[in-house]
């Protein structure tokens, strides 16, 4: 290959790193079959001289018109506390996030030839990138690795229109 199938220049972030870190999340407009990936970083002004990456998720999206209002952002704290002589100690663990997500006005087709084939890919045991708003502004707080917890669940609510129910915990 001489030349790149898709080539952009993104910013992680600018001023002061966030303190989940950055996630960058680019959409393409159109499929692309590359068989390799290259990612050229530059960080001209970083004091530590490197940068860390942890995920890169390449993949189909499964597009919805959004949550619906009413979905439900928690954190779930994964610390345990013992109380010693009148004292609790605690063993720290970091603070996960967890979303319960209806998606409703999906069409029937769309629930059987793309929802069903991806719930039934990942179960509860794979791992996907969920992207409530692809709002910048929110981006950075809402997007999370994550698994789905319980049963997924389509439901018809017309004829040819299904509700989506997911509940999803970061990985």
Not at 81 to 99: K, M, Q, Y
Request: net charge negative; charged share 20%.
């Amino acid at each position: 290959m001489t030349s790149p199938v898709f080539d952009v220049t993104v910013s992680a972030w600018s001023g002061t790193a966030p303190n989940r870190g950055a996630t960058t999340l680019i959409q393409l407009a159109s499929a692309v079959t590359p068989a390799f990936v290259r990612i050229d970083i530059t960080s001209t002004g970083n004091p530590v001289g490197y940068v860390e990456v942890q995920r890169l998720v390449v993949g189909k999206k499964v597009v919805c018109d959004g949550v619906d209002i009413g979905c439900e952002h928690g954190l779930e704290d994964q610390s345990q506390s013992e109380d010693i002589l009148g004292s609790t100690v605690f063993d720290e663990f970091r603070v996960r996030d967890s979303w319960k997500a209806t998606i409703s006005n999906v069409k029937e087709t769309d629930y059987w030839t793309i929802w069903v084939p991806f719930l039934r890919g990942i179960g509860k045991t794979r791992d996907f990138l969920f992207v409530p708003e692809t709002d910048p502004a929110f981006l950075q707080n809402q997007a999370i690795m994550g698994r789905i917890t319980s049963n997924a669940k389509g439901s018809y609510r017309s004829s040819d229109l299904l509700l989506v129910d997911l509940n999803i915990l970061q990985v």
